[in-house]
């Protein structure tokens, strides 16, 4: 059940140190290891998270992370997906919008993906994005507990999805089977957004429930929507499956992308099928349960033109 799943996610969870202990702070928060989780913020309420995170826009130097208390989520047309109880990350320039544990798309079999996302900036249009979430193994990573971390109020917003390895739902329903074998893998990503910055950095850790040891291809299903052009470094418009070090996309006004911190390769399988989807695998990762893999890359939120994506990823990198 459910339930069950969770307690056994609380359990495995705390083999990270001191991450489900809150700690004192002072002053502005710090993240002085960007590869381990964030602990959480003592006091903050880790289902609702900050209380107006859809007020007023955040100015200078703030930032937000909460649940949405209704349907006016800033996000329109037919590609949102962003409803009242998912959790809206906020700061003076950019929203993005993650899913709460339930989703109402079919791809999957869980939320905690991210799915809609603009500049302040832009004049208000239709939502041009799909989506965004973990690639494991050719499978994807469940959304099943979706909690904050930090709301924001001390320097910086962070949004933790905890799950585990699963199938594609949209694949498996298509080829009739499953694409991979559910290892039970621990998965966590973290959403960690700055004040004032255009992008938020995602980290996943994934270890293993158990002693074995696993080598797993990893990376990010990175669907750009029907609506939104890929171009991809060094070759243009398209997905060619070489490694670059980021991929963006842009329509209708609106441009966003994925940066790397070494590089990724898009396997190509889906977009040959004309399915706006790009499979962005940064290679074969090893892991274990008291070394887990960890890697970080940022999602890039751009005013609507390709080279704000470009000059973002070089700053970034």
């Known amino acids: 059940s459910k339930e069950d799943k969770s307690d056994e996610l609380d359990q495995d969870t705390d083999v990270v140190d001191d991450i489900d202990d809150d700690v004192e702070d002072s002053g502005p928060f710090v993240i002085e290891d960007p590869y381990k989780l964030v602990p959480f913020q003592a006091g903050v309420d880790r289902e609702a998270g900050h209380p107006d995170v859809k007020g007023d ?3 200078a130097g703030e930032v ?3 649940r949405l208390k209704s349907d006016a989520t800033g996000f329109t047309g037919v590609w949102s997906h962003c409803r009242q109880g998912d959790f ?13 544990e339930e989703t109402n798309r079919y791809e999957t079999y869980s939320g905690g993906i991210l799915v809609d996302a603009r500049q302040h900036s832009q004049p208000p249009g239709e939502d041009v994005l799909d989506m965004v979430f973990t690639f494991i193994n050719f499978g994807v990573a469940t959304g099943d507990k979706v909690e904050v971390v930090r709301d924001g109020s001390d320097g910086v917003a962070v949004l933790r999805v905890t799950g585990t390895d699963s199938d594609f739902a949209h ?5 009739g089977m499953q694409t991979g074998n559910e290892l039970g893998l621990i998965v966590e990503t973290e959403y960690r957004l700055y004040p004032d910055t255009v992008s938020v950095e995602m980290v996943t850790v994934i270890r293993p ?7 797993l291809p990893l990376g990010d299903w990175f669907a750009y929507g029907s609506r939104s052009r890929p171009w991809t470094p060094g ?49 074969q990762v090893e892991m274990s349960r008291d070394n887990p893999a960890v890697y970080r890359r940022w999602f890039v939120i751009g005013d609507g033109t390709l080279d704000s994506i470009r000059l973002e990823a070089a700053a970034l990198r």
């Open 88 to 100: 809206l990350l906020t700061n003076s320039k950019v929203s993005l919008c993650i899913q709460k």
């Open 171 to 175: 694949l498996t329903g298509v080829l």
């Open 235 to 283: 070759a243009g418009f398209g997905v060619e499956k070489f490694a670059m070090p980021w991929i963006g996309a842009f329509g209708e006004g609106h441009s966003f992308g994925l940066v790397y911190e070494d590089s990724a390769t898009p396997l190509g399988f889906v977009a040959a099928q004309g399915i706006p989807y790009a499979e962005m695998r940064v290679g």
């Open 64 to 66: 937000r992370v909460g």
């Open 57 to 59: 826009l955040p100015e």
């Open 209 to 215: 429930p158990g002693a074995r040891e696993f080598r």
